[in-house]
């Protein structure tokens, strides 16, 4: 079992940046893929980014690609995401996500344990 904790969301102007932290449990988490989704009001819960176990592998979506960037820290059980260039759309409520088999990957539906989420709003 994981348990996952998201932070660093919060109230930021279009153009600005925020960190996002994933603090996880459990003594496997460096064998776990990681993923970022978010989930905008109204909307489906959509990718954002994912790395592989070692972090040597990352996947972002075309949305994100360029001022996003996912990274972990296998010592510290952490995963993050630096948001860079942000714009009203990205406002959202942003998920971190474990995936216990596999490589990395796009779809939610690949993702075994999820966080609560941390909101994240970009104003004009």
């Known amino acids: 079992q994981v348990q996952l904790v998201e932070s660093g969301g919060g109230l930021v102007q279009a153009g600005g940046s925020l960190r996002l932290s994933c603090a996880a449990s459990g003594r496997t988490f460096s064998s776990y893929a990681m993923g970022w989704f978010r989930q905008a009001p109204g909307k489906e819960r959509e990718f954002v980014a994912a790395i592989s176990s070692s972090g040597g592998r990352t996947l972002y979506a075309d949305s994100v690609k360029g001022r996003f960037t996912i990274s972990r820290d296998n010592a510290k059980i952490t995963v993050y995401l630096q948001m860079n260039s942000l714009k009203p759309e990205d406002t959202a409520v942003y998920y971190c996500?474990?995936?216990?088999?596999?490589?990395?990957?796009?779809?939610?539906?690949?993702?075994?344990?999820w966080g609560q989420g941390t909101r994240v709003t970009v104003s004009s």
């Open positions: 996500a474990a995936r216990a088999m596999g490589p990395t990957s796009t779809g939610a539906g690949q993702y075994d344990y």
